[in-house]
């Protein structure tokens, strides 16, 4: 890059998201970096200058010349990467990768990680919500020997500054579906959706990612040799300049996360059994629906509940005992059978509930034949998802 020449766009990688390990041989890695930082951008020119500055003189003082600033933006027709690209020339430690194909937070995370040095992995979010000041200490808590250092809203000293209530709702409530489907995962951490940490490059050496949307720690957490985490309260700021890109779609992205990193978990040999247990509930479920109907003489709201409730126990039973037979034989005990059953139903209730409902709806409003009604319940709100949740 000569004196007065903006540095050149760092090369986008292609293929698996798989982060390298660091460069040993000195002659490519001159001067190991301790940090490598990136900063996701889409439409951010408002915010990307005072970032950059804040983040330099912040690290400089901190580690000096031991750090990188990776600005991945996904080609924002705000040209923030162009904006980005002129402060290198102030800014040596700043480069600029733009991604014309991928889009995506969490790929862009990714992507930056690795065409970086660095022996930490970090990553900021560019419109200053995420107070820098935080990174200190997160860094403190990588030295002091965590291999994942998450800046977390729900511990102490941690909050969300102007979050309306629908938003704080909904973020909460997608921690608890992610609770119900992946405990092992979210429930390391008190804020999984906190898009602000550092983890050590070595617990992801060679590990290839697969996140999609916004959650990228949720990928970590998950696939990461992540042995110790140790969290930092910030408080959430308001959003200066700008808007924030998120939108319903990144919680059916999220949704669809879960379900990619649960089943990911999963041999194939569970996940077929899962699938067959999910096909035989819809035969107990339309059969006896249509046994209450016919020789029950019962009526359409009650025979939706019961032949519901009696494919929740057909599936909880076969779940239990076959389909994840190697983990509840380890939780032995009526009472724990009972507790997950508990568990299983009140996790389906929900799910129910909404059946029942669209059964009625299409019977009765759209005069659907019943027994297809009841298929397209089934169809759209399978109680077996439930065994997603049960163990
Ligand atoms: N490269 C790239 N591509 N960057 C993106 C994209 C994208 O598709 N979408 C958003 N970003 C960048 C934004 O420019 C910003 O720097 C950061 O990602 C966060 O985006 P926001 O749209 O501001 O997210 P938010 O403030 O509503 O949500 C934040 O907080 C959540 C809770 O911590 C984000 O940090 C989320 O990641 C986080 O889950
Ligand atoms: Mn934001």
């Known amino acids: 890059m000569s004196l007065n020449q903006p540095a050149d766009l760092l090369q986008v990688p292609t293929g698996p998201l798989k982060i390298p390990a660091q460069a040993e041989s000195p002659e490519i890695n001159p001067c190991p970096l301790e940090l490598s930082l990136v900063i996701p ?18 690290l400089e003082a901190r580690i000096p010349h031991r750090y990188e600033l990776i600005l991945v933006d996904d080609d924002s027709p705000d040209q923030t990467w162009k904006i980005a690209q002129t402060l290198t020339l102030q800014y040596s430690q700043l480069k600029v990768m733009r991604r014309q194909g991928e889009r ?3 790929t862009a995370v990714v992507r930056g990680w690795q065409v970086t040095q660095g022996e930490i992995l970090g990553v900021i979010d560019a419109d200053l919500q995420h107070p820098p000041e935080t990174l200190l200490q997160l860094l403190e808590a990588i030295k002091a020997g965590a291999d994942l250092a998450v800046a977390s809203r729900h511990i102490e000293e941690g909050g969300v500054s102007d979050w309306s209530v629908t938003r ?30 550092m983890v050590r490059r ?5 590990v290839t990612l697969n996140p999609i949307g916004y959650k990228i720690l949720l990928e970590v957490v998950a696939r990461g040799n992540i042995r ?39 041999p194939v040999g569970r996940f077929l059994r899962f699938g067959i247990v999910g096909l035989s509930g819809v035969f107990v479920d339309i059969g006896i629906f249509y046994l209450l109907r016919t020789t029950g003489g ?45 568990k299983f139903n009140l996790v389906c209730l929900l799910g129910l509930i909404l ?8 019977f009765n409003l759209f005069g659907m034949n019943q027994y297809l009604a009841k298929l397209m319940a089934i169809a759209l709100l399978p109680s077996g998802i439930s065994g997603l949740i049960s163990n």
């Open 41 to 58: 951008t889409y439409q951010e020119s408002e915010n990307v200058t005072e970032i950059v500055q804040h983040l330099t003189q912040l």
């Open 104 to 106: 995506g937070l969490s």
């Open 202 to 206: 070595q617990v992801l050496e060679n």
């Open 228 to 266: 110790q985490i140790t969290e930092v309260g910030y408080v959430f700021q308001e959003r200066l300049e700008g808007e924030s890109k998120v939108t319903w779609k990144q919680y059916i992205e999220y949704l669809q996360h879960l379900l990619r990193l649960r089943f990911s978990r999963w």
């Open 168 to 197: 704080r709702f909904l973020s909460r409530g997608a921690q608890l579906i992610g609770l119900l489907l992946l405990p092992g995962v979210l429930g390391r951490v008190s804020d999984p959706m906190s898009g602000y940490f």
């Open 355 to 362: 059946n029942v409902a669209l059964v009625n709806l299409l």
């Open 298 to 342: 019962l009526g359409l709201t009650r025979s939706a509940i019961l032949s519901a409730e009696v494919a929740i126990l057909n599936n909880f039973i076969w779940n239990d005992l076959w389909t994840f037979g190697d983990i509840s034989r380890q939780q032995r005990g009526w009472k724990r059978g009972l507790k997950r059953f508990i």
